[in-house]
């Protein structure tokens, strides 16, 4: 049990599970090793992206980074709350490189503040002509649960806040 319990909070601990980042390889343990095709970690109001990430488990039972490859965020200009019948969505608005695609949204909650992390893909070629590109992206909000009061949210650095 104690096994499972680490191997459940290393991956909510890195902001990653297989229904975030669906199109994405499954978490892999082996030889107590856990790979993570994608993680990412909230500290604070800092967001950070990181690929192929490996924790290995120690002999207590706990795991400890032991490899990551640096990931990139998509660059944000605005964000929006959206609210429709009970549902809340926030549209972010910014631009990428022609050269990588907008992968899933990673969203976190924790004392009144979403953090949402929208990573690229890496480029698809070593070869690429930097052309910004426009994109919008729409991210509901887990707030059902929540009750009636002020709330914020921070999608890569752009911050707003919003009411329920």
């Given at each position: 049990?104690?096994?499972?319990?680490?191997?459940?909070a290393?991956?909510?601990?890195?902001?990653?599970?297989?229904?975030?980042?669906?199109?994405?390889?499954?978490?892999?343990?082996?030889?107590?090793?856990?790979?993570?095709?994608?993680?990412?970690v909230?500290?604070?109001?800092?967001?950070?992206?990181?690929?192929?990430?490996?924790?290995?488990?120690?002999?207590?039972?706990?795991?400890?980074?032991?490899?990551?490859?640096?990931?990139?965020?998509?660059q944000?200009?605005?964000?929006?709350?959206?609210?429709?019948?009970?549902?809340?969505?926030?549209?972010?608005?910014?631009?990428?490189s022609?050269c990588?695609?907008?992968?899933p949204?990673?969203?976190s909650?924790?004392?009144?503040?979403?953090?949402?992390?929208?990573?690229?893909?890496?480029?698809?070629?070593?070869?690429?002509i930097?052309?910004?590109?426009?994109?919008?992206?729409?991210?509901?909000?887990?707030t059902e649960?929540?009750?009636?009061?002020?709330?914020?949210?921070?999608?890569?650095?752009?911050?707003?806040?919003?009411?329920?």
């Amino acid at each position: 049990m104690t096994y499972l319990k680490n191997y459940v909070a290393a991956t909510m601990l890195l902001g990653c599970s297989h229904a975030v980042w669906a199109e994405q390889s499954p978490v892999v343990l082996r030889d107590d090793v856990l790979t993570l095709p994608q993680a990412v970690v909230m500290d604070g109001d800092d967001l950070s992206h990181f690929r192929n990430v490996e924790l290995t488990q120690g002999a207590n039972g706990n795991f400890a980074i032991t490899a990551s490859e640096p990931g990139n965020l998509a660059q944000v200009e605005s964000v929006e709350i959206l609210k429709n019948a009970g549902r809340v969505d926030v549209l972010a608005e910014g631009f990428r490189s022609a050269c990588v695609s907008i992968e899933p949204a990673a969203v976190s909650y924790h004392d009144g503040q979403f953090m949402v992390a929208i990573p690229v893909s890496e480029p698809t070629s070593d070869v690429c002509i930097e052309l910004a590109v426009e994109y919008y992206l729409i991210t509901t909000l887990p707030t059902e649960d929540l009750s009636s009061g002020e709330y914020s949210v921070n999608v890569n650095g752009v911050k707003t806040d919003f009411t329920l």
